[in-house]
């Protein structure tokens, strides 16, 4: 006779960058947890998985790939944090719940799709929920200005 297949409750290690935070174990985090909208972080997911394509009602085109999701919890009185990247902003709405509004943000560089999205937590007006879509293709503009003096100088050195 098979085995049946091991039950679902098995913790599985996967990597934190492209998987859900495990559950929550104390309250902060049970109400840090509850804060990010889980419907809408899935939803694209849910409905990629269940077989629609990127072109429907066409034979032999591939599923579209899901962007890899990153929630970062920080504790700042300043909403929009330096992470070496440049951002436009292209939108902002309310949110269910919380006083205090979403920003949705998009990488600035021409062939970068990165979107980043900025909200304060409904408990935790002192904690700034910062959700990266995507892994950028390019350098961080930042690191790039502080390093160009560097590259001129071995530019420089290198034509002797």
């Not at 591939?62 to 970062?72: G, S």
């Not at 919890?73 to 949110?95: E, N």
Request: hydrophobic residues 30%.
């Amino acid at each position: 006779m098979d085995e049946l297949p091991p039950p679902l409750t098995q913790n599985i290690n996967v990597p934190i960058s492209y998987s859900l935070p495990s559950p929550p174990h104390d309250l902060m985090q049970t109400q840090i947890a509850s804060d990010i909208d889980w419907v809408s972080l899935l939803s694209a997911a849910v409905g990629l998985e269940n077989g629609s394509t990127k072109h429907k009602g066409r034979v032999g085109r591939t599923k579209k790939t899901i962007p890899p999701r990153i929630a970062f919890h920080t504790k700042s009185p300043d909403d929009i944090l330096d992470d070496g990247f440049r951002w436009r902003k292209y939108g902002q709405k309310a949110v269910k719940n919380s006083i205090h509004p979403r920003s949705y943000y998009r990488c600035t560089h021409h062939t970068c799709y990165v979107k980043k999205q900025i909200q304060r937590h409904s408990k935790d007006a002192s904690i700034v929920v910062t959700t990266y879509e995507g892994i950028h293709n390019h350098p961080c503009e930042q690191l790039m200005e502080s390093l160009s003096p560097l590259l001129r100088q071995l530019q420089f050195l290198s034509s002797f």
